[in-house]
Nanobody, 121 residues
Framework: QVQLVESGGGLVQAGGSLRLSCAAS????????MGWYRQAPGKQRELVAG???????NYADSVKGRFTISRDNAKKTVFLQMNSLKPEDTAVYYC???????????????WGQGTQVTVSS
């Protein structure tokens, strides 16, 4: 069974930085697109940043210039470097990956358990 495990959330003051990591584990799988989403209380889950297997990236307008998504394909890990954090960035951040499971011959979307990011003013 493929799993995504996130780390790196926490409490930070406005203007500070955090780096999130998400590692995929399991047997016999390949990863296509990966991304980070977030969900604030009372709001819908939204895409923050995405990255293809080839390294092409896209960002939500609200984080452009402040957040950077990257991946290490050898370690099956995706990162989100968050700089100049604002209180409105406060949310639970979820890792997402489009994965092909060779054992099950199945392609599906996987989600991490979420990590809380809180930015104080």
């Amino acid at each position: 069974q493929v799993q995504l495990v996130e780390s790196g959330g926490g409490l930070v003051q406005a203007g500070g930085s955090l780096r999130l990591s998400c590692a995929a584990s399991g047997r016999s799988f390949s990863i296509n697109d990966m991304g980070w989403y977030r969900q604030a209380p009372g709001k819908q889950r939204e895409l923050v940043a995405g990255i293809t297997s080839g390294g092409s990236t896209n960002y939500a307008d609200s984080v452009k210039g402040r957040f950077t998504i990257s991946r290490d394909n050898a370690k099956k890990t995706v990162f989100l470097q968050m700089n100049s954090l604002k209180p409105e960035d406060t949310a639970v951040y979820y890792c997402n990956a489009d994965i092909y499971d060779f054992l099950r011959e199945l392609r599906r979307n996987y989600w991490g358990q979420g990590t809380q990011v809180t930015v104080s003013s």
